[in-house]
């Protein structure tokens, strides 16, 4: 041990500043606060997007269009897109683990099977929606479909 690794004792150096407990502490009188102003002032709390008087941001941008609440995002799947995953895995069905694990779509989305393609195979398909087309190359084969 030498001088170049000295270390105080854990626990010993409080990382906290006492503020407002007289001048000796260099933080006394307005306690890092300035002088006067509402700032200064205890009980003092300012609004969310306050800009000084300014007009805040968000009253400034334009506001405009309607946002449905009970929207539902659907992940669009084609009927191309169930061929290939059905030719490469040789299945006869397909849900939304299948859809998964081919990197399609996620656990959480909500699957929605579009027409777009063609289709070659008979398939069963669970989904949580269907195209009117989709629905009918998918039975046009002899096979289901199934909503979720």
Known sequence: MD???LQPAPGSVKTKKRI?????????GTSTRGHKG???RSGYSRKIGFEGGQ????RVV???GFKNRNRVEYKAVNLE????????KNLKSIDLSTLVEAGVAS?????KVLGNGELTIKLEVKAHAFS?????????????????
Do not use: C, H, W, Y
């Not at 656990?107 to 699957?111: F, G, R």
């Not at 009117?132 to 979720?148: F, N, R, V, Y």
């Open 55 to 58: 007009m805040p941001l968000q």
């Open 81 to 88: 897109v169930l061929q290939g995953i059905a030719e490469k």
């Open 132 to 148: 009117k087309s989709a629905k009918e190359a998918i039975e046009k084969l002899e096979g289901t479909i199934e909503i979720l």
């Open 107 to 111: 656990k959480n989305d909500k699957i």
């Open 38 to 40: 509402q700032k200064s």
């Open 20 to 28: 407002g407990r007289g001048q000796g502490s260099g933080r006394g």
């Open 3 to 5: 001088l170049s690794n």
């Open 62 to 64: 334009p506001k405009f």
